[in-house]
């Protein structure tokens, strides 16, 4: 098998290497591919390219196919009458399809048969002389292809509604999910003349006109605008004498006068009072025959439009708001839109889909691949099961549409260990600016929780659900505050109930509290280190906002406890604004105060032998009515407030972990 593999690679490194030297020298090219449009085994097309200025002669050329068995076939013989010819425009386009395909409308039925392909095989183009034009070889089991050859590899099927197209400049091919079948390859008439001197001989002269445009629906009654236009794109004036149009009944049918004539670049509209011909409003086929009934040109449409005209626009026949008999055709551009569309998907979970900037009166269709569609231009939906779903958006405008082809992966929704270790239902200062969930991420890795939720609300079974909005990403073992400013939700001040939902609405976490004599201003609801639950005070919660935080965040810490140390309280401190951070700044420096004060009273009391501090002692600054040396050792005091509010010291050393995770501030008496 490993031999395989390396005589294997080694051949795909040479199909490129000698295709880059053959592919800048072929003037028509292979363009695109489908094996597999719809799903069925039908619906493939082959476009060839010509690179050149100039139209070219296919006539004779093959389409050969070689299977991974190595046996070769042929998919497409360029032959028709001795007085035609198949002609590829300059930087043209001709398009071959299986006649059953849906890709068939695109090009003309003489262009179709029924060879179908399948993935694994080598495509060869060659011409008149038999000579290799251009190759392709895709897959990845191939006995003996064709070469040299241009190669894209991959291995089992090719996934559906997919096409191989060729980028020209950088001659390799991708795989796209819009497959664009392009043909304006045409079928050149020949007609028999006599040569003016007599001598018997006849030579073959060629006809240079088209069906250019249809009329087949117009709005109003007697159906007599409805027209036919033919179009000389050749260098004469061509004689219609014994000329024919004919419509798919067979009875329908006009001939051209005698001595009707079409000159060089002019535009000729037949209506139906002239023409009495019908046109069908679905399922129609009109013909161009010349005097000896040979067929010249066809255009066949599946459902008209009323109002549209049904016109070719050098390259495909499309539909037009604009009727132009005797003009050149003209076109709106192609209905497009600006589109968002996922690639992967959680089982139960709603995702969206939106196509913007487009033009007013557009009509949408969502069609997402489980037998569900909608048509609003966006809109969200839910897969109800895993697998690979082929949908498509159709975008109209009311005369013609464009439809794009999309794959949607949806999996089971991954499990994460998320959890609430702690809320705060009743917090200082308004509840709908500090109430807090503490959410912790337990998992291994970073987690992302928009599309989450919150419910909440006094009765389990009748909660509230509030969404995470915007992106709200924990990473592994960090614990953050989830507040207003990503979820509507609102905590009881007594008793309630609160779950954390996924995406697909599963809790992940329910939680139950009880406190019938009420919350207390600042009391939090937190989870031990034995999982239970306790309400504990919360002496000092400033305001964070959640809407500004990032993964870069600095986490830094301080809780102020009772007694004389200082011990951890998580906070952000990088994302305060300049108002939270000096309501933060005199809270400490209130804090700090207090204690130089009882230090201060204890000091007064042992060196000068005082008694007590009475109430007013306690209330006012002490350092106003005390010895020389304590007011010293008071300023001594208000300078460590200085330099500890600058992150340096406080009353000794601090010891801070700059531009990381700020575990905390150790604290060392003097």
């Known amino acids: 098998?490993?031999?395989?593999?390396?005589?294997?690679?080694?051949l795909f490194l040479a199909l490129f290497t000698i295709t880059s030297v053959h592919a800048n020298t072929?003037?028509?090219?292979?363009?695109?591919?489908?094996?597999?449009?719809?799903?069925?085994?039908?619906?493939?097309?082959?476009?060839?390219?010509?690179?050149?200025?100039?139209?070219?002669?296919?006539?004779?050329?093959?389409?050969?196919?070689?299977?991974?068995?190595?046996?070769?076939?042929?998919?497409?013989?360029?032959?028709?009458?001795?007085?035609?010819?198949?002609?590829?425009?300059?930087?043209?386009?001709?398009?071959?399809?299986?006649?059953?395909?849906?890709?068939?409308?695109?090009?003309?039925?003489?262009?179709?048969?029924?060879?179908?392909?399948?993935?694994?095989?080598?495509l060869a183009l060659f011409d008149g002389r038999g000579d290799l034009v251009d190759s392709l070889t895709y897959g990845s089991e191939h006995t003996d292809p064709y070469s040299p050859s241009i190669a894209y590899y991959y291995s089992g099927k090719m996934e559906v509604r997919t096409s191989l197209e060729r980028d020209l400049e950088k001659n390799i091919f991708l795989l796209q999910n819009n497959p664009t079948p392009k043909n304006n390859a045409f079928i050149e008439k020949q007609t028999i003349k006599e040569e003016d001197d007599g001598s018997g001989e006849k030579f073959l002269e060629d006809i240079s006109i088209r069906i250019n445009e249809i009329f087949p629906d117009p709005k109003e009654k007697g159906e007599d605008s409805e027209f036919i236009?033919?179009?000389?794109?050749?260098?004469?004036?061509?004689?219609?004498?014994?000329?024919?149009?004919?419509?798919?009944?067979?009875?329908?049918?006009?001939v051209f006068p005698a001595s009707e004539t079409i000159d060089s670049g002019?535009?000729?509209?037949?209506?139906?009072?002239?023409?009495?011909?019908?046109?069908?409003?679905?399922?129609?086929?009109?013909?161009?025959?010349?005097?000896?009934?040979?067929?010249?040109?066809?255009?066949?449409?599946?459902?008209?439009?009323?109002?549209?005209?049904?016109?070719?626009?050098?390259?495909?026949?499309?539909?037009?708001?604009?009727?132009?008999?005797?003009?050149?055709?003209?076109?709106?551009?192609?209905?497009?839109?600006k589109t968002s569309i996922p690639k992967k998907a959680y089982k139960d979970v709603a995702i969206s889909f939106s196509a913007k900037g487009s033009k007013p009166g557009y009509k949408f269709t969502w069609?997402?691949?489980?037998?569900?569609?909608?048509?609003?231009?966006?809109?969200?939906?839910?897969?109800?099961?895993?697998?690979?779903?082929?949908?498509?958006?159709?975008?109209d405008n009311g005369f013609e549409e464009t439809k794009k082809y999309?794959?949607?992966?949806?999996?089971?929704?991954?499990?994460?260990?998320?959890?609430?270790?702690?809320?705060?239902?009743?917090?200082?200062?308004?509840?709908?600016?500090?109430e807090y969930l503490l959410v912790k991420n337990n998992?291994?890795?970073?987690?992302?929780?928009?599309?989450?939720?919150?419910?909440?609300?006094?009765?389990?079974?009748?909660?509230?659900?509030?969404?995470?909005?915007?992106?709200?990403?924990?990473?592994?073992?960090?614990?953050?505050?989830?507040?207003?400013?990503?979820?509507?939700?609102?905590?009881?001040?007594?008793?309630?109930?609160?779950?954390?939902?996924?995406?697909?609405?599963?809790?992940?976490?329910?939680?139950?509290?009880?406190?019938?004599?009420?919350?207390?201003?600042?009391?939090?609801?937190?989870?031990?280190?034995?999982?239970?639950?306790?309400?504990?005070?919360?002496?000092?919660?400033?305001?964070?906002?959640?809407?500004?935080?990032?993964?870069?965040?600095?986490d830094a810490g301080l809780e102020l406890e009772k007694e004389k140390s200082l011990t951890l309280k998580t906070i952000l401190l990088e994302d305060l604004s300049p108002d939270q951070r000096a309501i933060l700044e005199m809270e400490v420096e209130k804090k700090l105060r207090e204690k130089i004060m009882e230090e201060i009273r204890a000091d007064m009391l042992t060196s000068e032998n005082q008694n007590s501090p009475d109430e007013d002692m306690e209330q006012n600054n002490p350092a106003e009515n005390s010895s020389p040396e304590m007011q010293s050792k008071f300023i001594k005091q208000e300078k460590s407030i200085m330099e500890y509010l600058s992150l340096k010291k406080i009353m000794g050393k601090i010891f801070l972990k700059a531009n990381a995770s700020i575990n905390d501030f150790l604290v060392e008496s003097e």
Request: glycine share 8%.
């Open 26 to 122: 072929s003037p028509v090219v292979f363009s695109e591919i489908q094996i597999s449009g719809s799903g069925n085994s039908d619906d493939d097309f082959i476009e060839v390219y010509n690179a050149t200025s100039l139209p070219i002669d296919m006539t004779g050329w093959k389409l050969k196919k070689k299977v991974k068995s190595g046996k070769e076939y042929i998919i497409y013989n360029f032959k028709v009458e001795s007085d035609e010819k198949i002609i590829i425009p300059a930087n043209g386009y001709f398009l071959w399809s299986n006649k059953d395909g849906d890709s068939s409308k695109n090009t003309l039925l003489q262009f179709t048969n029924n060879s179908v392909l399948s993935d694994n095989y080598s």
């Open 367 to 395: 069609d997402f691949g489980d037998k569900t569609k909608s048509y609003k231009q966006e809109t969200t939906h839910i897969y109800k099961k895993k697998g690979k779903y082929k949908g498509s958006l159709t975008i």
């Open 266 to 337: 002019e535009y000729l509209a037949i209506y139906k009072e002239k023409s009495k011909i019908s046109l069908n409003n679905s399922d129609e086929t009109i013909s161009l025959f010349d005097p000896k009934n040979n067929l010249i040109d066809s255009v066949e449409y599946n459902k008209t439009k009323e109002e549209a005209s049904f016109g070719f626009d050098g390259e495909n026949f499309r539909w037009s708001k604009y009727g132009t008999p005797g003009e050149a055709n003209k076109f709106d551009a192609l209905p497009t839109s």
């Open 1 to 10: 098998m490993r031999n395989f593999l390396c005589a294997f690679a080694s």
């Open 443 to 554: 998992g291994k890795k970073k987690v992302d929780l928009k599309g989450w939720s919150v419910a909440t609300g006094t009765n389990n079974k009748k909660l509230l659900n509030h969404p995470i909005n915007g992106s709200f990403a924990v990473k592994k073992g960090e614990e953050k505050r989830l507040t207003h400013a990503f979820s509507a939700f609102s905590l009881p001040n007594k008793s309630g109930f609160i779950e954390l939902r996924q995406p697909n609405g599963k809790p992940v976490q329910k939680i139950a509290y009880d406190k019938s004599d009420g919350i207390k201003n600042g009391e939090v609801y937190s989870m031990q280190s034995d999982k239970k639950w306790l309400w504990e005070n919360q002496p000092f919660s400033p305001a964070i906002p959640g809407n500004d935080l990032n993964d870069d965040d600095i």
């Open 229 to 254: 236009e033919i179009f000389n794109f050749g260098t004469d004036k061509i004689d219609l004498s014994g000329f024919a149009l004919r419509d798919a009944s067979k009875t329908g049918a006009y």
């Open 406 to 434: 999309f794959t949607v992966k949806v999996e089971k929704y991954p499990t994460h260990s998320i959890s609430v270790t702690a809320f705060s239902a009743n917090p200082q200062g308004t509840d709908s600016e500090n």
